[in-house]
């Protein structure tokens, strides 16, 4: 726990411990300040850095949306003016257009609320739908944000975690096992972040109908459901709306992640009083930004068309490029912008430290996202071809990825070791 000092009346030092230092502790990156060091270091010489730990895209935004931006088409709305509490009618409309086969039943806009992003989105579900003391289940590897909302509104943690031998898909007599525990809610990634793979349709209606049963609900982040990198992907589709809210962000497929514009989609009445709490919450975030999402998302299909042939020769060429590399062991990922690594290093933390320093490459660590042994490499934000080819010749010739070679004068904290199998309830 960090210790603030303060200056007493009287002129003497105390010491203050504050609730912040337990909340961050278990939720901080493994090795992030390090490689940020690291990051700083290269720069400032002029040596090169390649940012595969980042899951963003460097492609522009659709042409309306940077026009509307760069203020070459005039904005209906100023620079300070914030949207409606549930968003611009006009968006909510143009998603509900967008997502219109994602659920069975049809969509409105009243069946959309626009959110100050997809971590927002997550937030205010968690506070509408569950209690403290309640248990949610997540499957690891899973988003590290969930479980800071998730320990922040005091819920129990209930791990069921997706199972490589199973086509990274989770045991369903062990969810079966976690909803008649007493499990409120299940939070899906779909694609999944990190393994950017996705569940079957038969699959998650399963795991609806098991929430349908006891009283729950299943949340879905689909924030990378447009990257389709392999063409037999099946979208999801029939999902209901009587047991499934679905959460999205305009940051990754759009482009538009410094605007930090989200949205949740559900029963009208929920979305409504979510609605009302993020009045007093979280203001649903600039009008502007939100217009600027509306344009980007009208001009979809084009936006798509040039991205996603790009993004699966990018990803083509990293599996080339990692395959037959010794210490990588497996190579995962097919429906995001990311590729999910087993090495044989049995520290990814030190590995991805490491890997910065020799290389200037940045990943994240498997530690991260409760599996140890695995990184994450992004292949969004890297600029041109001739910068990607480089990064992908330095990942080829890097030597630590069954052992790294650690640098003792570069600490790392002490990291709880991440459950491995079966039901688990986080302390």
Request: charged share 20%.
């Amino acid at each position: 726990m960090n210790k603030f000092p303060q200056k007493s009346s009287v002129g003497s030092a105390t010491e203050r411990s504050l609730p912040v230092s337990e909340a961050i502790a278990p939720l901080t990156p493994a090795a992030a300040p390090q490689i940020e060091e690291i990051v700083q270091r290269r720069q400032a010489h002029q040596h090169p850095v390649f940012r595969m730990d980042k899951s963003l895209i460097n492609t522009p935004p659709p042409l309306p949306a940077v026009e509307l931006m760069e203020g070459a088409r005039k904005s209906r709305y100023s620079a300070w003016e914030l949207g409606p509490a549930c968003g611009l009618p006009e968006l909510r409309q143009e998603i509900a257009n967008w997502r219109r086969n994602l659920y069975a039943e049809r969509i409105t806009s009243e069946n959309v609320l626009i959110t100050s992003g997809a971590s927002a989105a997550f937030n205010l579900t968690v506070n509408a739908l569950v209690r403290p003391e309640e248990s949610v289940i997540v499957m690891p590897p899973c988003f590290p944000n969930y479980l800071g909302a998730l320990r922040n509104r005091g819920t129990h943690i209930t791990r069921v975690p997706l199972q490589q031998d199973n086509d990274f898909e989770p045991s369903l007599p062990l969810l079966e096992t976690a909803w008649k525990s007493g499990a409120r809610m299940a939070v899906c990634t779909l694609p999944n972040n990190p393994t950017a793979t996705t569940l079957e349709n038969a699959c998650v209606n399963r795991i609806e109908k098991m929430a349908r049963e006891h009283g729950g609900w299943v949340v879905i982040d689909e924030t990378f459901s447009s990257f389709d990198l392999r063409p037999d992907i099946q979208p999801l589709k029939n999902l209901s709306l009587r047991s499934t809210i679905t959460l999205g962000t305009f940051s990754e497929a759009f482009s538009l992640a410094d605007l930090r514009v989200g949205y949740i989609i559900g029963p009208k009445e929920l979305v409504r009083d979510i609605g009302v709490l993020q009045g007093v919450i979280n203001p649903s975030g600039s009008a502007r930004a939100q217009e600027v999402a509306c344009a980007a998302l009208r001009e979809r299909e084009a936006h798509f068309s040039k991205l996603i042939p790009a993004l699966r020769s990018r990803d083509a060429d990293l599996q080339d490029a990692l395959t037959r590399v010794p210490g990588i062991e497996s190579i995962v990922g097919y429906a995001g912008p990311f590729k999910w690594i087993k090495t044989g290093a049995t520290d990814s933390a030190q590995l991805a430290v490491s890997l910065a320093r020799e290389t200037g490459i940045t990943v994240r660590p498997g530690i991260d996202y409760g599996q140890e042994g695995w990184v994450r490499l992004a292949f969004g934000m890297i600029g041109t071809p001739r910068e990607y080819a480089q990064a992908l010749s330095l990942l080829r010739s890097f030597k630590g990825w069954e052992a790294p070679r650690w640098d003792e004068n570069i600490k790392l904290p002490a990291r709880p070791r991440a459950a491995k199998s079966g039901v688990s309830a986080a302390p």
